[in-house]
């Protein structure tokens, strides 16, 4: 017989038993349940003795995270926080985003892919494979909550610049869902990572024996299409206020699945669209460093893929709201993959590249592709470490006053330069951002802070937008926006610094801004099912969670 009154507990926490809130981590508070709260809900005896307050917890936290030897072992130590006690975790990623961003998403989440069948605790979120055709909408049925919001789904098939992972993805949706609440508050009962398993062609994993995912190689063709149109239609049962979030697809099927979805149901890539808008952000940021007009700018970029076109569609959206027709400013493009310069004179113009190709004579030496094309700004989004070598980056400095060079390839080992080498060969001229942390570069008695163009940036505050006013559909022009709200908050003081985003610090006031923008647009263009007109601030602002403990007295 318990001495505890099952009824009560359940009216005050949906548990049964005391033993139960403990192991619910968005309701565990450790040692912080006070003796009121241990007395109401019969945890006396369950704890040590002696109630701490969340801060002294938080530096318990701290020391621990700090102390670990690795960041992988940082990653373990904080997915076991976030499966103990959410709240404790959450506060503590917001109150040191600089350290744990790194290490909750890239570059350590790329590691955790790579790793995750041998530090594989306990499932997160949920996976649907082949073996699912036909019941997808029952198992969805099995997650604990209903009003799911934010759905982050991947496939697996290209985990940052790592390649294939298969079900080992799943670190990726885990990972920007801690980030949509740690960065725009969105609680975590509305969020659910899901990925999705059609076999792995990653020999490592297909002869790896601890490997979680199905043991065969890729299917795909109408299996695959099938299993993918199952999956958008349940959401849109079991979840109709969701929203998906396409996240580290294969090229091929990225684009694709964005062109069938994005007008029938609210979804968006991220790799596509979310990494645009934040590169166009720190595009908008260094001309105001220098002196630049975006119409008057050429691209080069390096990687003709998701990342790099879905960039260069927004910067032609921005150039035609300046007036610039997409023709036009299609020819201040120029994209090499791994076969050269993207001309029409090569015969695999697959996907986007037909539209991107130039007229140009074949080439695929990028240093004379920089001398011909005279390109006030290189993209670099190969996946290709060292790509950007020096007699390349000089003649980007000879060519131009202050040189734009964005190394965005994760992780850090695939960035096209280093920080420090961008500094020295452009002689402190290069205004520089990276997809990867780089520390900052003193040089000549000059200290830089290079800019990271985070996606936690943009998708976080556009997924709060969109939510917020229940958009039917998420536009290119939401992308604009926040690309533009973005490049606006970035102050002089980062500018001066060489930084073309501001402190992540500020990350919370950036997605709350962008959440506004999109929801104007929303309005604007009556794609909100909930405008919220004047209220859209103070009821965002409301919504968003606040990484405290609720009181049970
Ligand atoms: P993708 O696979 O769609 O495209 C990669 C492209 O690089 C392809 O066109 C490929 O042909 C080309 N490439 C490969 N090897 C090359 C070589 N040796 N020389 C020239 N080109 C080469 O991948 P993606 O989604 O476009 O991502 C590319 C990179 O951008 C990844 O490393 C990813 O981590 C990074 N990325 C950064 C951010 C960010 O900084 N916010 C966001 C998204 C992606």
Not at 140 to 157: F, M, Y
Not at 337 to 346: I, K
Not at 387 to 411: D, G, K
């Amino acid at each position: 017989m318990e001495n505890y009154d099952a009824e009560k507990l359940q009216a005050l926490t949906g548990h049964a038993s005391p033993m139960d809130i403990l192991h619910d981590p968005s309701q565990n508070k450790g040692v912080a349940f006070t003796h009121e709260e241990r007395e109401r809900l019969c945890l006396r005896g369950l704890l040590p003795p002696r109630p701490l307050s969340m801060e002294a917890q938080l530096e318990r936290v701290k020391a621990n995270f700090f102390s670990k030897p690795n960041n992988l072992e940082k990653y373990i130590f904080l997915t076991a926080l976030q499966e103990r006690n959410e709240t404790l975790f959450y506060r503590f990623v917001r109150e040191n985003i600089e350290q744990t961003l790194p290490i909750i998403y890239t570059p350590t989440v790329g590691e955790a892919c790579q790793t995750y069948s041998q530090i594989f605790r306990r499932p997160q979120g949920m996976f649907i494979s082949l073996e699912d055709r036909g019941h997808v909408r029952e198992l969805l049925g099995n997650w604990e909550h209903k009003d799911v919001r934010v759905i982050v789904v991947t496939d697996g098939s290209r985990i940052l610049g790592l390649g294939d992972q298969g079900a080992n993805g799943m670190g990726i949706p885990v990972g920007k869902l801690a980030l949509y609440t740690a960065c725009a508050g969105i609680p975590p009962i509305h969020c659910l990572p899901i990925t999705i398993d059609v076999g792995t062609n990653n020999e490592d994993l297909l002869n790896d024996p601890l490997y979680v995912g199905l043991q065969h190689k890729r299917v795909g063709g109408d299996d695959y299409d099938g299993l993918i149109e199952e999956f958008v239609q349940a959401v849109g049962d079991a979840f109709p206020r969701a929203m998906i979030q396409f996240e580290d697809f294969s090229n091929d099927n990225a684009f694709r699945l964005l062109d069938k979805y994005r007008n029938r149901v609210c979804a968006f890539n991220d790799d596509i669209q979310g990494t645009a808008a934040v590169a166009l952000a720190g595009l908008l940021a260094s001309l105001r460093i220098t002196e630049g007009e975006l119409k008057r700018q050429k691209f080069l970029f390096m990687g003709a893929g998701s990342a790099g076109f879905g960039i260069a569609d927004l910067i032609l959206l921005a150039m035609e709201q300046q007036g610039m027709p997409r023709e036009e400013g299609l020819k201040r493009f120029r994209f090499m993959d791994s076969r050269g310069v993207v001309t029409r004179q090569r015969d695999d113009l697959t996907g986007r590249k037909g539209e991107f190709a130039c007229d140009d004579a074949p080439e695929k030496d990028l240093e004379k592709v920089v001398e011909s094309f005279q390109p006030t700004a290189l993209i670099g989004v190969s996946g290709r470490g060292g790509a950007f070598y020096e007699e390349v980056v000089r003649a980007m400095a000879r060519i131009n006053q202050r040189p734009i060079i964005f190394a965005l390839s994760n992780p850090t080992s695939k960035a096209e330069c280093t920080a420090e080498q961008c500094y020295s060969w452009t002689e402190g001229r290069g205004v520089f951002a990276s997809g990867s942390p780089f520390d900052p570069v003193t040089w000549q008695g000059k200290t830089f802070v290079p800019g990271q163009g985070n996606n936690a940036y943009c998708f976080p505050g556009i997924g709060l937008g969109v939510i917020m006013c229940q958009a039917k559909h998420v536009t290119d022009e939401m992308f604009l926006v926040a690309a533009q709200t973005l490049a606006e908050i970035t102050d002089e003081a980062d500018l001066n610094k060489g930084r073309v985003y501001p402190s992540l610090q500020d990350i919370r006031a950036v997605s709350l801004k962008t959440a506004l923008a999109v929801i104007k647009v929303a309005e604007e263009r009556g794609l909100a099912k909930t405008p919220l007109g004047e209220n859209a601030e103070e009821r965002t602002r409301s919504w968003m969670c606040s990484a405290r403990y609720r009181s049970y007295v």
